[in-house]
């Protein structure tokens, strides 16, 4: 009787600790992404300032590409696009057949003027549950 007591409150913690655990771990690896994000354009600032106030031109080195940096296995990967002398776009999107590849955030952008979306919205529960947790 003890045993089936002490198993019964092994799985009820287990129950309640799992999914808590998999949502951290899950905020963790976004967290990766927005920074990758947010290094990612700190360079494209620094390319910018060094250029003559120019973005054009600008390529993002392969250091930056993934999230986590090498030598880690990414979980995103991280691109620019729509770059002009005055703008650019940063994209970090889960890597295919990775768990995060069905998450409900999906990819995050930032571009130049720091307006940040996810899951292609930059309002809203959604919103701040991906990039605020």
């Known amino acids: 009787m003890e045993l089936l007591i002490a198993i019964a409150v092994v799985a009820l913690l287990a129950a309640v600790a799992l999914p ?29 300032a060094e250029n003559g106030g120019s973005y054009a031109g600008m390529a993002l080195p392969a250091t930056l590409a993934a999230a986590p940096p090498p030598p880690a296995a990414a979980r995103y990967t991280v ?16 890597v295919a057949g990775s ?21 292609g919205v930059s309002t809203g529960a959604l919103y701040d549950r991906c990039w605020s947790r």
């Open 20 to 48: 808590s655990y998999r949502d951290s771990v899950v905020r963790s690896q976004r967290l990766e992404a927005r920074t990758a994000l947010t290094e990612a354009a700190q360079w494209a600032e620094r390319f910018r």
């Open 79 to 94: 691109a620019l696009s729509n770059v002009t002398a005055g703008a650019y776009t940063l994209t970090a999107a889960p």
């Open 99 to 119: 768990a995060l590849a069905s998450d409900a955030c999906g990819s995050f952008t930032l571009d130049q003027t720091g307006r940040r979306t996810a899951a």
